[in-house]
């Protein structure tokens, strides 16, 4: 499939998940075959959030998402190595950067720029990532928890697009595609960020 499919499956199969009519997926049966190989239709840097399963949200089953996770979805240097992998050996035509309402990662974020918190362990490693994303929102009008969210997930597809060669190579080449979108813990509706 070229990306644009890859895209529209997706979007398919977020909205049987959305209508309660997703395909019935038979994890044991699929076992022997994703054994000897996988071919994931689509690469998704998603939250770690529990809350949020990207197969589930895609309606996909086992094998067709090579999903990479961190809390904040951000692009890490192993996660980025991760996607590498699914595009350059896996021959993935798409990587969807994958947000989510009420990102407690976000949160803290917020909480760092404007009030000075402090967290401890790696935690402050991680904020710092997001806090971009609050500082390029924080003077908008409109709510800073769902702007900072979206323009993370944009910082986030930018900083993919631009920071690895394999990556940009397959872009410019028009087999691949990387796009992002935030999904809605209450609805489980998955909306595409421009």
């Known amino acids: 499939m070229n990306p644009d499919e890859v895209l529209e499956t997706l979007r398919a199969g977020n909205e049987r998940?959305?209508?309660?009519?997703?395909?019935k997926h038979d994890f044991h049966a699929d076992r022997a075959e994703?054994?000897?190989s996988q071919h994931p239709i689509a690469a998704v840097l998603s939250c770690s959030d529990s809350r949020v399963v990207p197969q589930f949200a895609f309606d996909q089953g086992s094998g067709k998402l090579f999903v990479v996770r961190v809390a904040g979805n951000i692009a890490t240097s192993y996660g980025i190595a991760s996607l590498e992998y699914a595009v350059e050996y896996l021959q993935t035509p798409l990587i969807y950067v994958l947000g989510h309402t009420s990102c407690g990662a976000v949160d803290a974020a917020i909480k760092v720029v404007k009030d000075g918190a402090e967290f401890p362990g790696e935690l402050p490693g991680l904020v710092a990532s997001i806090a971009r994303a609050v500082h390029i929102t924080e003077t908008k009008t409109e709510d800073l928890f769902v702007n900072a969210v979206r323009e993370n997930v944009r910082l986030t597809v930018t900083n993919l697009s631009k920071t690895s060669e394999i990556i940009q190579s397959r872009i410019q080449s028009g087999k691949l595609l990387v796009v992002g979108g935030i999904y809605e813990l209450a609805s489980g509706k998955v909306s595409l960020v421009s």
């Open 17 to 23: 998940y959305l209508n309660g009519k997703t395909h």
């Open 34 to 36: 994703l054994a000897q």
